[in-house]
C-alpha cells in the first residue's frame, strides 16, 4: 500500500508520458446536477437530488446547487474551456428529469434540443461527446415507487436511456450507462449521506442488481441502434486490512467484496459473489438478466479517488468492518488519502482478477478537491491539485507498463461544481468558479493538464 512520496512539479513533463502517446486519449468529467443550475428551467421535473438539497441540513453549506456554474445556460463557455484545454473527449451527463419530467412517458423536446447543440458545439471544436446515461438524478416520482429497490425502474431508466440514444445517437458515438452503482448502494440506500438518503443498511442491496440490469438494458439499446460504443463506469478501491490479525483480514475481505466483485463479477463473471457468510441475501435475479448484464461493453469505466484501510468491526456496529484512516497518508480537502500507488494495484487486480473478460479501461474520474476561495482575484495556484493529477497519471503508465490496459484519464472535475452533500464547499475543479456569479477562472492545474496534452501528442 505504501507509495513513493509525491513529488511536487509543475511541469508537465511525467516521466512515463511516452507510454501515454496517442491512441492515449485525455478527458475531463462533469455531471448535470452538479453543473447545470436552472432547476425550474425548459419543464424539468423533480429529482431525488432536489428533495435532497431542499430537505433543510442535509447539504452542508445548505447551497441548492444554485445557480453553480449554471452550465445549462453557459454550456458555451464549458465548451471553450474544453476547446483550449485540448482534451479528446467531454464526459457529461444526461439530465433524465429534463428529458422525462416525471421519469417516465414522451421526451421533452426542449431538453433534448439543448442536449443536441451542446453535442453540435463540442463536436464542431473537436471534442468527442461522452455523456453518461445516469449520474444519480433519479426522478422524485420513481423513488416514491421504490426507486433503484425496484426491479421496474430498471425498464424505466432503459425508455429514458432509448429516447437520448434515438435523439442523440447519430452524432454521440460513446455512451456511459451508469455511474457508480457502487455510491448509489452503499452511500445513497445504505448509510444514506447521499441521495434518496435511506439508511437500509443491507436490505440496500437489491439495487445493486437493479442498476445493473439498467446497465444491461441501456447497453443493448445502444447496440440495437448501432450507436456506437458503451460501457458502465464504476467506482473501484484498493482495500487493505488495517493489521495482519485474522480478524481485520476477515473484514478487509467482506468489503472487497461488497464494494469491488459485488458490482464488477457480474459484468465479467456473468455471476455474484457469494456474500451469505456476510448474512447478505442473494441478489434478485431473474432468468436471463446475468447474460445481458455480462454482454461484454466496449471499455470498462473505472473512478479511483482512494485506497481504504478497514479493521473489524467496532462493538455493537451493524456493519461487518470499520473504515480506518491510511497511516502516513497526505489527504485532500475532503480528507481522502493520497496513494496514487493504490490506483496501479487497482488497475493490475482488475486485470489479474477479470483477464481476457475485461476490456480496455477508461479512468472515467480521478481527481482532489483542496480548499480554495469563493471569489478568486486571480488564477488559483492549485499546485496540491498537480502534485494529485501527475502523480496518478504515473500510476496509470506504471499499471500499462506492468500490463494493464488503460486507454484514457479524465480529470474530475472541469469545473468546481456541486460536491452532493458537501455543497460547494469541495472544489475538484481545473476551473474556478465562483458560484453565485458562476464566472470561470481557470486554475494553474488547467494550464498544467493542457501543456500536458499537448506534449503527450507531441
Ligand atoms: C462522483 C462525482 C463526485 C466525485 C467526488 C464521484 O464518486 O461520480 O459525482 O463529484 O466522486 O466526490
Not at 4 to 15: E, G, N, Q
Not at 225 to 240: L, R, W, Y
Not at 307 to 315: C, F, H, I, S
Amino acid at each position: 500500500m505504501a507509495s513513493d512520496p509525491l513529488t511536487l512539479d509543475p511541469a508537465p513533463s511525467l516521466r512515463r508520458l511516452t507510454l501515454l502517446r496517442p491512441p492515449f486519449r485525455w478527458s475531463a468529467a462533469t455531471a448535470a446536477f452538479q453543473i447545470e443550475g436552472a432547476r425550474s428551467a425548459d419543464g424539468r421535473g423533480r429529482s431525488i437530488w432536489d428533495d435532497f438539497v431542499d430537505t433543510p441540513g442535509a447539504v452542508k453549506d445548505g447551497s441548492t446547487a444554485e445557480p453553480g456554474p449554471d452550465s445549462w445556460r453557459r454550456s458555451a463557455e464549458d465548451v471553450a474551456l474544453l476547446d483550449r484545454l485540448g482534451v479528446d473527449r467531454y464526459r457529461f451527463s444526461v439530465s433524465w428529469t429534463r428529458v422525462q419530467p416525471g421519469g417516465r412517458g414522451g421526451a421533452n423536446r426542449a431538453a433534448l434540443d439543448t442536449y443536441s447543440r451542446l453535442v453540435d458545439e463540442l463536436l464542431g471544436a473537436g471534442v468527442t461527446p461522452f455523456p453518461t446515461l445516469y449520474h444519480w438524478d433519479l426522478p422524485s416520482e420513481l423513488e416514491t415507487e421504490g426507486g433503484w429497490l425496484q426491479r421496474e425502474t430498471a425498464f424505466r431508466f432503459a425508455d429514458f436511456a432509448a429516447l437520448v440514444i434515438e435523439a442523440l445517437g447519430d452524432r454521440v458515438r460513446h455512451w456511459y450507462t451508469i455511474n457508480e452503482p457502487v455510491s448509489t448502494t452503499l452511500q445513497g440506500y445504505a448509510i444514506g449521506e447521499l441521495a434518496p438518503a435511506r439508511q437500509l443498511l443491507f436490505d440496500a442491496l437489491p439495487t445493486v442488481h437493479h442498476q445493473l440490469l439498467a446497465h444491461g438494458l441501456a447497453q443493448q439499446i445502444v447496440r440495437d441502434a448501432d450507436a456506437g460504443q458503451v460501457g458502465i463506469v464504476n467506482n473501484h478501491t484498493h482495500v487493505s486490512a488495517a493489521t495482519a490479525s485474522p480478524e481485520d483480514q476477515a473484514a478487509a475481505a467482506a468489503y472487497d467484496a461488497l464494494h469491488n466483485h459485488l458490482f464488477a463479477d457480474p459484468l465479467f463473471f456473468g455471476e455474484y459473489p457469494d456474500l451469505g457468510a456476510l448474512g447478505i441475501p442473494e441478489q434478485p435475479v431473474h432468468d436471463g438478466d446475468l447474460a445481458l448484464i455480462s454482454e461484454p461493453s466496449d471499455f470498462y469505466g473505472v473512478n479511483f479517488y482512494n485506497p481504504t484501510v478497514v479493521g473489524a468491526a467496532l462493538p455493537e456496529a451493524p456493519i461487518p468492518f470499520s473504515l480506518q484512516p491510511v497511516p502516513g497518508a497526505d489527504v485532500t480537502g475532503f480528507g481522502w488519502p493520497i496513494v496514487p500507488a493504490a490506483l496501479t494495484e487497482v488497475l493490475l487486480g482488475l486485470r489479474s482478477r477479470y483477464g481476457d473478460a475485461l476490456p480496455p479501461v477508461i479512468v472515467g474520474e480521478n481527481g482532489a478537491s483542496f480548499s480554495e476561495p469563493s471569489r478568486s482575484a486571480g488564477r488559483i495556484e492549485d499546485t496540491e491539485r498537480i502534485a494529485y493529477l501527475a502523480a496518478h497519471i504515473e500510476a496509470i503508465a506504471d499499471a500499462n507498463e506492468r500490463g494493464a490496459d488503460v486507454r484514457e484519464y479524465t480529470v474530475w472535475s472541469l469545473l468546481d461544481n456541486f460536491e452532493w452533500a458537501e455543497g460547494f464547499s469541495q472544489r475538484f475543479g481545473l476551473v474556478h468558479v465562483d458560484h453565485e456569479t458562476s464566472q470561470r477562472t481557470p486554475k494553474a492545474s488547467y494550464e498544467w493538464y493542457r501543456a500536458l496534452i499537448e506534449e503527450a501528442r507531441a
